[in-house]
């Protein structure tokens, strides 16, 4: 009779309002806030993540909370995500820097793809790039004879040493067979201002970035980055079909989580990143920042990781860059 006793106390403890026996279990997800760790401070990444987390949280009936943790090319947020229970409460708004941080060879607290679970690519943005109007070229090939012409002459501004701007300038260059003088600039703005001042000759920053400033004329647009044309300027042509072959450089943007995290929560989670991806007025204002939706499955977006480590990987060994 004790025993009945006590499992009907569980019973009616289960059934009272805060349902505690059903509240850490996946069908039960998410019954709580759920924290979004973006690695960068407010701004850039940070847009576009509270985007996706506005309306995930519509889907979800749980606020998603940005947490910004900067610091240590995104090593800080990055480790407590991976530190952090797989229980579906904490994600990483992952970009293409967690990758590129991954493809340095160093020392990091963490595995990108062991300490991981890949929930999803959500999009991706090309890089355009533009030279200042007094650059007497107007396609890509015109640019790169220049460039082969005054090898070390011209001089070109990037988002940062290391970054993925910087590596993907680098990139061209060494596809293109051209020597620039690589200036980099703390972010995007401060490397477009320069571009467009005449301090440097030419820039390659995300196409949302220069685009405006290409058709108001204050720049001239040679190309883009990514292996397709971007839905955004489908009149300008991918620097792979322009003059060189292959180049396929763009950010990106997707959900992670910490490892283990359990099969039905990922899929929960995949399904109602697809349904916002979707949605026309998501699509609408990402393509005002000259963003695209992509979406993979999971298993698509592992894949894809190590790929793109690798990638750049063997680029930063192929360009010769250093962090010093």
């Known amino acids: 009779m004790r025993n009945l006793c006590a499992l009907l106390i569980v019973i009616a403890q289960c059934l009272s309002g805060a349902a505690a026996c059903a509240a850490d279990t996946p069908a039960a997800y998410p019954r709580r806030p759920i924290r979004l760790v973006v690695l960068f401070p407010p701004g850039g990444s940070d847009t576009v993540a509270r985007m996706f987390g506005q309306r995930a949280a519509e889907r979800l009936g749980q606020p998603f909370v940005i947490d910004n943790r900067p610091g240590a090319a995104g090593v800080i947020g990055a480790d407590i995500v991976a530190k952090s229970p797989a229980d579906g409460y904490t994600l990483l708004f992952a970009t293409a820097s967690f990758a590129m941080t991954s493809a340095w060879d160093r020392k990091l607290p963490y595995d990108a793809i062991r300490d991981f679970t890949a929930i999803g690519m959500l999009a991706y943005t090309p ?43 680098a990139t061209f260059a060494s596809m293109a067979g051209i020597n620039l003088n690589v200036v ?141």
């Open 184 to 324: 980099p600039y703390k972010g995007t703005g401060p490397a477009l201002t320069a571009a467009l001042a005449g301090e440097v000759n030419l820039t390659m920053v995300t196409i949302g970035s220069s685009l405006p400033y290409a058709r108001a004329g204050k720049l001239r647009a040679l190309g883009v980055s990514s292996a397709r044309r971007s839905a955004l300027a489908p009149d300008i042509p991918t620097i792979a079909e322009a003059g060189v072959p292959g180049l396929d450089v763009v950010t990106w943007y997707g959900l992670s989580a910490p490892r283990n995290l359990p099969a039905a929560i990922v899929n929960r989670l995949h399904a109602e990143m697809e349904a916002v991806a979707n949605a026309a007025e998501f699509r609408e204002q990402i393509a005002a920042l000259g963003i695209e939706t992509q979406i993979t499955s999971p298993r698509e977006f592992a894949e894809f990781m190590k790929s793109d480590i690798a990638r750049w990987s063997r680029a930063i060994k192929d360009t010769g860059i250093t962090l010093n």
């Open 127 to 169: 890089f355009m790039l533009t030279v200042h109007p007094t650059l007497p070229v107007s396609t890509v090939k015109e640019f790169i004879a220049l460039a082969r012409a005054k090898p070390g002459q011209l001089n070109v501004s990037t988002t940062g040493a290391g970054g993925i701007g910087h590596l993907g300038t």
